[in-house]
Each structure stands twice: as C-alpha cells, then as structure tokens.
C-alpha cells in the first residue's frame, strides 16, 4: 500500500470523556474517520435513556463510538487527541458535570488496542505533566447503546447552546490551561527566526508580497511553525492579492482559535493555533468559499510539509485528501 489508498478496514473505537456533546468535534474532521456516535456505555440497564443515565441509576458513562480506518488515521493517533480532551486526575466526573455518567473511559475493542491505552496512559502518568494520578480506566468493550436523536451533532442542531455549554463547563479553559503547549521565550528565539518569534509570540505581522507562501502553489499541508499541529491545506488556498498566504478554511477547525483583536484602531478576528496559541493571522468575510471567509495567514506561522513528504514527517493520514482529488 503506498499511503494514498483507502483500505477498507475499519474499527471502532470508544471514549467517555465527560459530556458527549463535547467529544464529537475533536475527531469528526480527521481524515479516515466513517463517523461518530453520542450514547451511553459502561452500565448494567439495556436501552438507558438520557434521564436514566443522568439519575446515576444504570452504571453508563455518556460516550462516543467512533468508526475509523486504522490504516488512514491509527489507534495510538485517536488516544493522544483524546487525553487532550480531558482531566485525567478528575475521578468525580469532568469539570464542572459530576458523577459517574461524566467519568472518563478508554473502552477496547481488541488486545491491540487495550495494549496501546495502557502504554499511552502509562506516558502521560510518567511525563509529570500532571501532579495527580492518572485515574481514567481502560476497560473492555460492552454494549453501546446510541443516545436519543436530538444528542447526535448537537453541536451543529444547537451551535449557540452548543457553544455558550461547552465555553461554562470550564473544559475550554482547563485544555488552555493544561494542554497548550508551553515553551520558554530562550527555546523559542532558538528555535524560530526573528520574524517566526515576532509573528508568532508578539502578535506580528510580516511584509506583504514578500513572504514565503504568499504565492506558493505546491500541494501539501501547512503546520504551525512552533508545534507542527495542522492548519491549512493547499487545496484551500487561493490568490486573495493581499500579499499573504489565504485560505478558504482551516484543515480542521478544532486546531484554530478565533479571538477578538481591537489593536491599531480596528475590530478584526484574530487567528490563533489551539495547542501552541500561536498568532496566525486574522479571518475576513470577503473569501470565494462557501462560508464567505478568508484566513489571511503570515507565512513566518507556517511550516510547510509536501505531499511527497507527508508520511515520512509524520502527517501520514493527511495524504488521503490528495488522493480523493486524484
């Protein structure tokens, strides 16, 4: 197989990471990903509804059940974005939903996947990242049970409750808190040229028309200088003649942050990258798209990676969206 073919072969894979609504969009986006269901597991009750689940009565953890190509988008992929999703330490439930139907779960399907969770569970405990145990289990796999309709894609059904939810739960700010990458300004300025760490890390913006990728046309991916998480994408990048690299749309939504920038007398959306909170560049709604928007980017935020080059550098799965253009 040479990285571009689809495989076929599909597994599932099941979490609980407190309240459902907000496991599903982490993984919906990735590429090799068939879909994702919102339900209850864990329990003893057949056919629990929410209300059931809820009163604490059935044993069940809210949960999704994703179906994936292993061969597109591997288990060991799935885990690391999982425990970015959570507190680990918290055996009560997750932040601010308590008890046991809000617990976290790694639930396996098979030998090979209770053997990857155990090893991924086992780094992050030995990493120091965190000051308390580890305490998510890892259990076998039983009956999954699909929640009511109105619980599927409620982020899309609802987006303002959706959003108003998720942002007073307090998990958004204890991933900022505790899963943005963290690097001091020595190994930065080592690390980055003088325009990367003027653009990145004190909000910057390079020259137009004299940059990297203002008018680059090769296809591949773009990744965040600093963390290498994944962007932009060539196949959404167009001529804004603006003098800056431009985009339709984000690789995945989940690895950009939208915040409001009142600098230089204006009111413009700022572009940040969610796990190194790298400044990217601002969005505009005068984009070709679909949506109508164009993230106008600085080259000196961006990495670029090949298609050639993608499996080799670790962006494997990346090299499915290219072959479905083919």
Known sequence: MNGNEKTGRRELATFAGGCFWCMVTPFEELPGIEGIVSGYTGGHKENPTYEEVCSETTGHAEAVQITFDPDVFPY????????????????????????????????????????????????????????RPIVTEIVAAGPFYAAEEYHQDFHKKSPTRYKQYRQGS???????????????????????????????????????????????????????IVSGEPLFSSLDKFDSNCGWPSFTKPLLTSNVQGKMDTSHGMVRMEVRSKEADSHLGHVFDDGPGPDGLRFCINSAAL????????????????????SDKA
Do not use: C
């Open 76 to 131: 060991s992929k799935l885990l690391e974005l999982y425990w970015r999703q959570i507190d680990p330490t918290d055996a009560g439930g997750q932040f601010h939903d308590r008890g046991g139907s809000y617990r976290t779960g790694i639930f396996y399907h098979n030998e090979e996947q209770k053997r990857l969770a155990e090893a991924s569970k086992r780094e992050l405990s030995e990493s120091g990242r965190f000051d």
């Open 170 to 224: 307090g998990r958004d700010s204890f991933i900022a808190q505790n899963w943005t990458l963290r690097k001091n300004e020595q190994e930065l300025r080592a690390q980055l040229t003088p325009m990367q760490y003027t653009v990145t890390q004190e909000n910057g913006t390079e020259p137009p028309f004299r940059n990297e990728f203002w008018d680059h046309q090769q296809e591949g991916i773009y990744v965040d």
């Open 303 to 322: 990495r670029f990676i090949p298609k050639e080059e993608l499996e080799q550098a670790g962006y494997g799965e990346y090299l499915q969206l290219f």
